[in-house]
């Protein structure tokens, strides 16, 4: 009786081949079978068989006995198969932990390694999405660990996180610069006490000691907390007499992923221009979001260690912890953690000085991080870095040549090869964000908008409504931004430094800090953060900048050039980047006596759309755009490109990637006093759309267009915007006159020009609890999409998420009643946060 196994079963033809033992195939059929039915076939099965006279397989069964022959398959949730025989004990353990997942193991050793960063992004938020622990383990932990610190009498402190906090980015993962400091048996982000120890030595050598009246004993007290080596041997050493331990969280600690954006990649390769053309270059990463509390712990080596060096130590840590950070992007705002009460400031030398200002928000801003949520629309530390290189980089682009510019910003600013030498700081005030509604902000009828606030005479069937116009895509094709509303806040800390290069120049912490508060004064004089920055969304005024002006900006930068060895003067017309030299006319500004912000920008939006409304998109029979223009009293050969959209250009330089560019011209509005706001607009020279030649004219003639219609429109009766979600408008209501959305009695007549749409979105009642505002709210069972708690405001039924879950002590269970700050409130819901 010849032995085989079944080398393949074709179900839909019944047929299938036996391999024997020599491993000839001996091809059989349904009718061959017996004792089997056809579903019993499969791949592999061991089978017994006659040999037939055609060389097939015939009376193909089952073998009467065989210890090759494999067991019968399980159903998937057998006993056998998903029950593990352990003892009770462990058993129980192990159902404690079910569905917990390790961050650790999971970002280092379970995920697969990403192809790019889109992909490296989906990796990264899995991880954050299963980083939350188990929180009685951890308090377990945390007791043992307090337990042996009490024991060997240790200092111990709190300290909270002031911003974001990375570290470990570069060590060994399977995803590019995406690393982080977990620990390696519980997997909760910690401080090594190695990188401590560190930066508290960092802070004694470059901030405390240039400050000390004896530079020696200030150099012995070092030496005697840290250790030091001054020979080859152990002779010649000694320890440090401080122990640093890890610094643990106090509560499980969320993560988040993180982004950095690279808009030059090809100027910092040495290849082009830092131009407005490039696509930018994302990297995402794993970060900690403000607010996390670290346990921090000093000990003495030995009981005879003088306790004011145990101070010294802390106060050192403490230091390093406020003024330079921990982990990685110091220089861009991470790592910082809340000053202490009664800390004293950074103390100025002769090697670093400082500057703080108040910042607030003057038009609404679309800001974001890595998830584009709630929970990240804030001004971002190193969003507002970004910002500043590039406009500290037009006072210099006109005077250097392309290596000189970035040799110069690499001394400032720093790079790959060297830190920067200015540090920025960034204090949230943690403002409320709304998801943006633009027909719920302004709503015209469509016959108006061929009237005096809309594009006068122009087909209203074929006008956009003007705040749609200028925030297009934050409120489109089902996606919708969040936006912070005008008066938000921050603090705003800028440190500068020198270094050997700079020292030897002759050039000091003031000339650096000049060219920091230079680009911070250009921003907020002409630009904007957050996305359509340039359309007079994201704008902000800054205090402690009164005496600055453009002329002394350019001074400063004027000065520094001449210290570093580097041309001085500025040469219109070189320059391929954005430079002040390069500006095509004299910055235009217009005033409107209203109150509320956002139908200065439904203003601003006509008056761009009604330029753009004179172009045409015409293409060539090869799909390319023709220049047209359908005006009488504009330049022809140009078309709405040159305002720099994405379209493609003839007749210039096409060396840029991507078929992109950004606008040249930027849009600022700002509170004017008086309950008034001023529109201030500038616009570059852009050698590539298409030439530089014909950008100056398309834009001279653009400026002028908006000069006279914006002072044209700043005469018209004021108007207000529709309550947005919080129940508020942008500003207070209107001065005279009807709103936008806002409908008349029914038997009341109408004006000629009166704006409004459908019925506004319902406002809370008054009395409502307002954003800011504590609360005592409820735990609700249910959970976000990403597990974060929800709680309910019970005197008005509303209710909503927490957006910073995080804090939310592990011991409150659904039902449990807190205490809460109101983060936002609408007609229909509440959203709440902790601190």
């Known amino acids: 009786m010849p032995i085989g196994r079944v080398q393949f079963w074709v179900r839909s033809r019944s047929q299938g081949a036996v391999l024997d033992e020599r491993g000839a195939r001996l091809l059989f059929t349904a009718k061959d079978l017996e004792g089997l039915r056809v579903e019993e076939i499969r791949d592999g099965l061991e089978v017994a068989f006659d040999l037939g006279p055609d060389g097939t397989a015939r009376r193909v069964r089952q073998p009467r006995s065989s210890f090759l022959r494999p067991p019968e398959p399980l159903d998937r949730d057998d006993p056998l198969l998903t029950a593990v025989p352990l003892p009770p004990s462990l058993r129980e353990l192990v159902e404690r932990f079910k569905g917990l997942v390790h961050p650790g193991l999971r970002l280092d050793k379970y995920m697969m390694p990403a192809v790019n960063q889109e992909g490296q992004k989906r990796v990264l938020s899995e991880v954050a999405e299963r980083s939350q622990g188990d929180t009685q383990l951890l308090a377990e932990v945390l007791r043992r660990r307090d337990a042996m610190l009490d024991a060997a009498e240790v200092v111990r402190w709190d300290r909270e996180t002031a911003g974001p906090l990375t570290l470990h980015l570069a060590r060994a993962s399977a995803l590019e610069n995406a690393g982080l400091c977990l620990h390696p048996i519980y997997g909760f982000t910690f401080l090594p006490g190695s990188g401590l120890k560190g930066l508290a030595r960092a802070y004694a050598e470059t901030v405390w000691r240039p400050g000390q009246p004896d530079d020696a004993a200030a150099a012995t007290d070092i030496e005697r907390i840290f250790g030091f080596i001054r020979g080859t041997g152990d002779e010649g050493a000694a320890a440090g007499t401080v122990i640093f331990h890890d610094a643990w969280p106090a509560s499980w600690p969320r993560l988040m992923v993180d982004i950095v954006n690279n808009h030059h990649f090809g100027y910092y390769r040495g290849e082009d221009w830092p131009g407005d053309w490039e696509s930018p270059s994302m990297v995402y990463f794993l970060a900690v979001p403000p607010g996390q509390t670290f346990s921090f712990a000093l000990g003495k080596r030995r009981g005879d260690v003088d306790v004011r060096l145990l101070g010294l130590a802390r106060a050192w840590l403490d230091g390093g912890l406020t003024h330079l950070g921990c982990g990685a992007k110091t220089a861009a705002g991470y790592g910082h953690f809340a000053p202490q009460a009664n800390e004293p400031p950074m103390p100025s030398g002769p090697n670093r000085t400082g500057f703080s200002a108040a910042m607030t928000l003057e038009s609404p801003a679309f800001l974001a991080g890595a998830r584009q949520e709630a929970d ?63 027909s719920a902000r302004i709503d015209m009828r469509s016959g108006e908008k061929g009237g005096p606030y809309g594009i006068p005479g122009a087909d209203p069937r074929k006008t956009t409504q003007g705040l749609w116009y200028a925030s297009f895509g934050m409120h489109d094709g089902g996606r919708r931004r969040f936006v912070v509303e005008p008066g938000a806040a921050w603090t705003i800390r800028l440190t500068a430094r020198t270094n050997k290069a700079l020292r030897e120049h002759g050039l000091g912490p003031d000339d650096v800090l000049d060219q920091a508060r230079a680009a911070l004064w250009l921003l907020c004089r002409y630009g904007g953060v957050g996305s359509k920055a340039r359309k007079g969304f994201g704008s902000l005024s800054a205090g402690g900048l009164d005496e600055m002006d453009l002329d002394h900006c350019r001074e400063a930068s004027r000065r520094f050039r001449r210290g570093m060895g580097l041309p001085e003067d500025e040469r219109p017309g070189v320059a391929e980047s954005p430079a002040l030299c390069d500006l095509v006319a004299e910055e235009i500004e217009a005033e409107f006596p209203w109150d509320d912000v956002w139908p200065v920008l439904d203003q601003v939006g006509f008056a761009w759309q009604g330029f753009a409304k004179r172009f045409a998109h015409d293409h060539d029979q090869e799909g390319q755009l023709v220049p047209t223009w359908s005006g009488r009293d504009a330049p022809t050969g140009y078309t709405k490109a040159s305002l720099g959209v994405p379209r493609r250009m003839d007749g210039g330089d096409r060396r840029w990637a991507g078929e992109r560019h950004a606008s040249p011209v930027h849009i600022h509005v700002e509170r004017a006093g008086g309950g008034a706001h001023r529109v201030r607009v500038i616009a570059f020279a852009a050698p590539r759309l298409p030439t530089r030649e014909s950008s100056v004219t398309f834009l001279r003639a653009f400026l002028d267009h908006l000069r006279d219609d914006l002072r044209r429109r700043s005469r018209l009766p004021p108007r207000s915007s529709r309550p947005g979600p919080s129940g508020r408008g942008g500003r207070p209501g209107p001065v005279g006159g009807g709103g936008f959305g806002q409908r008349r009695d029914a038997g009341a007549a109408r004006t000629r020009g009166e704006l409004h749409g459908g019925p506004a979105p319902a406002a809370p009642p008054r009395g409502h609890p307002k954003a800011g505002d504590r609360v005592e709210a409820t735990l609700l069972p249910e959970r976000t999409k990403k597990g974060g708690w929800k709680a309910r405001h019970e005197p008005t039924g509303l209710s909503g998420p927490i957006v910073d879950s995080a804090k939310v002590p592990s011991d409150k269970e659904p039902g449990n009643v807190m205490t809460l700050i109101v983060h936002a409130v609408g007609a229909r819901e509440m959203t709440f946060r902790v601190e």
Do not use: F
């Not at 030498?421 to 709304?434: H, N, T």
């Open 376 to 438: 990240d629309c804030d001004l971002r530390p190193a969003t507002l870095r970004g910002l500043l290189r590039w406009w500290w980089r037009t006072l210099h682009a006109g005077a250097l040549s392309q290596t000189q510019l970035r040799d110069l910003e690499a001394a400032i600013w720093g790079n790959t090869a060297a830190g920067s030498v200015v540090q920025l700081q960034v204090e949230s005030q943690r403002p409320g964000s709304l998801l943006y509604d633009k």
